[in-house]
């Protein structure tokens, strides 16, 4: 949902019945808490989705599913942000492993040394694929 989207739905959406049917106060939040940021709050709590599905007929999630969901969420931020690190920390090595050989070896070894590099990525990647397909299995 884009910025704009957030402001119009914000602006037409029932959040006093959001709230009850999301059983918000389960989670010892007031109503008044709610109302001041109520996108952050269902974010927080698992429920995201619930103005969509609420809007579209369908009932929000009961809260051990939102804390479930919640949990996928938490995970799946902190997979990517793992990931990113491990991109920057590769072409970072990438970089440095390029500038070394052009300086220092033969063409025919630089280009044996970057295909063990390009190697070594691949099973990074494949590593970064088990570790994301375990998580999920886990939540």
Not at 8 to 26: G, H, L, M, P, R
Not at 46 to 70: N, T
Not at 103 to 109: I, K, L, T
Not at 114 to 129: G, I, N
Request: hydrophobic content about 35%; glycine content about 2%; some cysteine.
């Amino acid at each position: 949902m884009t910025t704009t989207d957030s402001a119009n739905a914000t602006s037409n959406t029932d959040w006093e019945n959001i709230y009850a049917k999301c059983q918000v106060s389960e989670y010892k939040i007031s109503l008044e808490t709610f109302l001041e940021s109520p996108w952050e709050v269902l974010r927080d709590i698992g429920q995201g989705d619930a103005v969509e599905s609420i809007a579209q007929g369908f009932e929000p999630l009961l809260p051990k599913q939102a804390e479930i969901a919640r949990r996928v969420w938490e995970a799946d931020k902190a997979m990517l942000d793992q990931d990113r690190r491990m991109i920057r920390q590769i072409a970072k090595e990438h970089l440095r492993v390029e500038e070394q050989f052009l300086a220092e070896v033969s063409d025919e070894r630089y280009e044996e040394e970057l295909d063990r590099y390009h190697q070594w990525v691949e099973e990074e990647k494949a590593l970064m694929r088990k570790r994301k397909a375990t998580i999920r299995r886990v939540f």
